[in-house]
């Protein structure tokens, strides 16, 4: 096996290396949402522009990620993760200068065509380092690193390298600028170390179909993925999940400032949601694959974060219960992101080989749940001049996510 050439230590410092490329695309992600009150005013945009513009990276995804994980099977994790990082920096760079919603948005639309790369590549190279029934704690690895990346957008970019730097267009400029500096650096540490090689390798002893051309094997591998039963209800988690992690994400600072609350008290608010969702990826799956029982963590993760959410619509100024429940629905919905991309590789009959191809098809059409996610909620805000609505759906999701989890339980059984 790859991690045992590797050695342990050698595999996990390398997802270390590698994670730092979600670190960076979540902090230029995220400093939009983390801005986004000031943006929204500066730009005159409304409600419906900034919830469109919030998602318009999980929006890149729908047309782009099935064949981006296509992609990442084939070009490999270290040049997928090097290109991924440049283009996203290059983008991010771009957002400083944008002059209104036109602008703005085909800039943040070419930030998700990198953030595509990141995220089928640090899969890709998990399963490349280590055996499927081992994938769970590496991809919990990343996740924080995404996580501590969202959290810096909110709790450091906002209230203190923002004003430092002289505003949101300094932060992103140099935030771009940043993220093209590693994806370089990262480049060159994956070439040293053939990490290219190595997943092509791995690739190719899963591979029982050599003798065919590269359009055919493309075409089996689409059939297999597209029909593949349990892989469909895990797409309906990732939906689920996407939804309400973009949705609460991107909105939960500005629906904190509209009850009153400071816009720098309310990034870092923000940062306590990101951080049990942070908890909850390194729990939940240690936990699911200790006692085997990945299934039943879905359905409790559903439950807690519906729990979580409608206790954020309820809770309005009463602070403890309104922390309480941040602290909840952080803690089910990031149970969910490692579970959505450890999952698959475990699957009868995509495994190593197809992980890039599987987690392109979960977020393909798992990222029509990420755009409507800030639709709903800035929408439902322009039509009602309330976030409860739009906050009420987002729970529901919840529900949904638990019956997935139970039929998938069934299946497996």
């Avoid at 059939?223 to 209800?233: A, G, K, N, P, W």
């Avoid at 749940?369 to 987002?394: E, K, N, Q, R």
Wanted: one cysteine or more.
């Amino acid at each position: 096996m790859a991690d045992d050439t590797l050695g342990r230590r050698r595999s996990y410092g390398i997802v270390v290396a590698a994670t730092l490329a979600y670190t960076c695309l979540m902090f230029v992600w995220f400093s939009l949402p983390a801005y986004l009150s000031t943006i929204i005013a500066e730009l005159e945009l409304s409600g419906t522009q900034a919830g469109v513009v919030t998602g318009a990276v999980p929006l890149t995804y729908i047309p782009l990620a099935l064949f981006s994980g296509l992609a990442v099977d084939r070009i490999g994790p270290g040049r997928s993760l090097a290109a991924g990082a440049a283009i996203f920096g290059v983008a991010q760079a771009g957002r400083s200068v944008a002059e209104g919603f036109p602008s703005l948005l085909a800039l943040t639309l070419l930030l998700g065509v990198g953030a595509t790369a990141i995220t089928f590549g640090l899969p890709k190279l998990v399963s490349t380092l280590f055996p499927p029934s081992r994938t769970g704690f590496p991809s919990s690895i990343y996740l924080v690193g995404a996580s501590a990346g969202t959290a810096l957008a909110f709790g450091v970019g906002r209230p203190i390298l923002g004003p430092w730097l002289g505003g949101w267009r300094p932060l992103f400029l140099w935030s771009g600028l940043v993220a093209i500096g590693y994806g370089l650096g990262w480049y060159l540490l994956a070439r040293r170390l053939g990490l290219d090689d190595r997943a092509a390798a791995k690739d190719a002893n899963e591979n029982d179909h050599g003798d065919r051309s590269p359009l055919e094997s493309i075409r089996r591998d689409l059939r297999l993925i597209l029909t593949h039963r349990e892989l469909q209800l895990v797409v309906v988690v990732g939906t689920m999940y996407l939804l309400a992690s973009h949705g609460i994400q991107g909105w939960l600072p500005t629906v904190l400032e509209a009850r009153g609350v400071s816009p720098g008290l309310a990034g870092q608010t923000t940062s306590l949601f990101v951080a049990a969702y942070a908890v909850g990826i390194f729990t939940v799956p240690a936990l699911a694959d200790r006692y085997e029982a990945r299934p039943s963590a879905l359905i409790g993760c559903g439950i807690v974060f519906c729990v979580g959410i409608v206790g954020i619509v309820l809770a309005d100024r009463m602070w403890v219960a309104l922390l309480a429940s941040i602290v909840v629905g952080g803690l089910g919905v990031g149970g969910l992101s490692p579970l959505v991309r450890a999952i698959p590789p475990a699957l009868e009959g995509i495994g190593a080989r197809l992980t890039g191809t599987a987690v392109g098809f979960i977020f393909a059409v798992g990222e029509i749940g990420g755009f409507l996610g800030p639709v709903l909620i800035g929408t439902s805000h322009d039509l009602t001049g309330s976030y409860a609505p739009g906050l009420g759906l987002i729970a529901a999701a919840g529900i949904v996510v638990a019956a997935a989890g139970a039929a998938l339980r069934r299946l497996a059984d």
